[in-house]
């Protein structure tokens, strides 16, 4: 069965603190995606990666970092947590090509205090 | 600003009756939608998509209609099940959101679908 597996379900930080979420696919997808969910907002993407060590912003790419060493793994990074950061946090990864849907995690719930 | 718009946080239905969900863009750029379905504590799972040269697309009792004057879709359910209960959510991409191989999505604000026994 396909998977992106992102490695913690639920997180909580503190303020100031650097705090890494993972994800990992195992389909060999090309690209990666990093989306938040917030109520009333939807998804809204952070950064996607479109192959190894390349990285694109996405719509809100302040406050946040990411790191694609490997292309099974795609890291996104908070610099310094702040409490606007608490949400639900969600990978997803796609082939290379138009029209392809995208594969998601299960999402992170991180919440900051 | 929201180019995806889901006006309806959520919708309650009677099991066995049509559930329609309904999703308006403003991008007129948009050539392709997809629905996504979520249940708590998952991810989205894909659902049903629709190219913008057409305007209808049918996958077992989902049904998705595409119409492009108005910059508006909806998801049809028949008949709804207990297990369609979750948030769906409606998502466009455009040509101009294609870079390097990589298709951005710009996704709705999703609607709570709760179907009733």
């Known amino acids: 069965d396909v998977k992106v597996t992102q490695s913690s379900r639920y997180l909580v930080k503190r303020t100031g603190e650097k705090v890494f979420l993972e994800c990992v696919q195992d389909?060999?997808?090309?690209?990666m995606f990093w989306y938040r969910q917030d109520p009333g907002l939807g998804l809204r993407l952070i950064y996607f990666?479109?192959?190894?060590?390349?990285?694109e912003k996405g719509d809100i790419p302040e406050g946040y970092s990411v790191s694609r060493e490997k292309k099974e793994r795609f890291s996104l990074i908070l610099e310094s947590a702040s409490t606007n950061q608490t949400s639900m946090y969600l990978c997803?990864?796609?082939?290379?090509?138009?029209?392809?849907?995208?594969?998601f995690g299960s999402g992170t719930r991180l919440t900051v205090v | 600003d929201q180019q995806v718009k889901q006006n309806s946080p959520s919708l309650s239905v009677q099991e066995g009756r049509i559930s329609i969900l309904n999703c308006d863009y403003t991008?007129?750029?948009?050539?392709?939608f997809l629905w996504y379905k979520k249940y708590p504590a998952e991810g989205p799972t894909f659902l049903i998509s629709?190219?913008?040269?057409?305007d209808k697309n049918e996958d077992g009792r989902f049904t998705v209609f595409l119409n492009k004057s108005a910059k508006h879709l909806s998801l049809h359910i028949v008949p709804s099940q207990p297990g369609d209960s979750a948030v769906y959510f409606c998502?466009?991409?455009?040509?101009?959101?294609?870079?390097?191989?990589?298709?951005?999505?710009?996704f709705g604000q999703g609607t709570r679908l709760t179907i009733n026994p």
């Open positions: 997803a990864s796609s082939p290379k090509g138009q029209h392809y849907g995208y594969t």
């Open positions: 389909m060999d997808h090309e690209n």
């Open positions: 990666s479109y192959d190894v060590k390349m990285k």
């Open positions: 991008n007129s750029m948009f050539d392709y």
């Open positions: 629709i190219s913008s040269i057409k």
């Open positions: 998502a466009a991409s455009a040509l101009a959101l294609y870079f390097q191989g990589a298709q951005k999505l710009v």
